[in-house]
T-cell receptor, first 114, second 114 residues
Framework: AQSVSQHNHHVILSEAASLELGCNYS??????LFWYVQYPGQHLQLLLK??????LVKGIKGFEAEFIKSKFSFNLRKPSVQWSDTAEYFC????????????FGDGTTLTVKP | KAGVTQTPRYLIKTRGQQVTLSCSPI?????VSWYQQTPGQGLQFLFE???????NKGNFPGRFSGRQFSNSRSEMNVSTLELGDSALYLC?????????????FGPGTRLLVL
């Protein structure tokens, strides 16, 4: 069975600070990896995704993530956060053979202080 | 291209009642998945439909059911509502639900059970 673990439940940063959110997954086969963001009052939006190829993927709004296969990790990073990045962030995984069923982490709430 | 739409956006029901939620996927998408989002349990997979057939099912009781129509629109039904069914119900669609695919999420239906 797939599982996803996000290490931080709540992160508080000041503007311009660097961000790294941890995500580890458990699954024996080939996976697709995602980071989604949910801004207050808005629906889930895709930040970035990894399917194959370059393990460093870039997404919207300056976010990037690195897939490290040996560590089963897919950590999200941003060099300098803004107040508008305040949101909940979800790491998700689905199997290549079963992309219609995603498993999500518990989410990390990011609060950026102006 | 229109996104995933869900109706209604908000619902209030009482215990014991039943409810039907609707989801229209992105045009051309044939895989529709449903998720339940609660503060305590996070995002949990309910089921996935493809070509009018349930292809995957999560660990929810039989009170939760769904169906998909020939135009790929999907409905989910919850019978004999319980207080714990209060949640945001999210629908997501993808083309085939296999391979390197991204699920696109709708805005959700927020259900409150009193």
């Amino acid at each position: 069975a797939q599982s996803v673990s996000q290490h931080n439940h709540h992160v508080i940063l000041s503007e311009a600070a660097s961000l790294e959110l941890g995500c580890n997954y458990s699954y024996g086969g080939t996976v697709n990896l995602f980071w989604y963001v949910q801004y207050p009052g808005q629906h889930l939006q895709l930040l970035l995704k990894y399917f194959s190829g370059d393990p460093l993927v870039k997404g919207i709004k300056g976010f990037e993530a690195e897939f490290i296969k040996s560590k089963f990790s897919f950590n999200l990073r941003k060099p300098s956060v803004q107040w508008s990045d305040t949101a909940e962030y979800f790491c998700a995984v689905n199997a290549l053979t079963n992309a219609g069923k995603s498993t999500f982490g518990d989410g990390t709430t990011l609060t950026v202080k102006p | 291209k229109a996104g995933v739409t869900q109706t209604p956006r908000y619902l209030i029901k009482t215990r014991g009642q039943q409810v039907t939620l609707s989801c229209s996927p992105i045009s051309g998408h044939r895989s529709v998945s449903w998720y339940q989002q609660t503060p305590g349990q996070g995002l949990q997979f309910l089921f996935e439909y493809f070509s009018e057939t349930q292809r995957n099912k999560g660990n929810f009781p039989g009170r939760f059911s769904g169906r998909q129509f020939s135009n790929s629109r999907s409905e989910m039904n919850v019978s004999t509502l319980e207080l714990g069914d209060s949640a945001l119900y999210l629908c997501a669609s993808s083309r085939e639900g296999t391979g390197e695919e991204t699920q696109y999420f709708g805005p959700g239906t927020r259900l409150l059970v009193l």
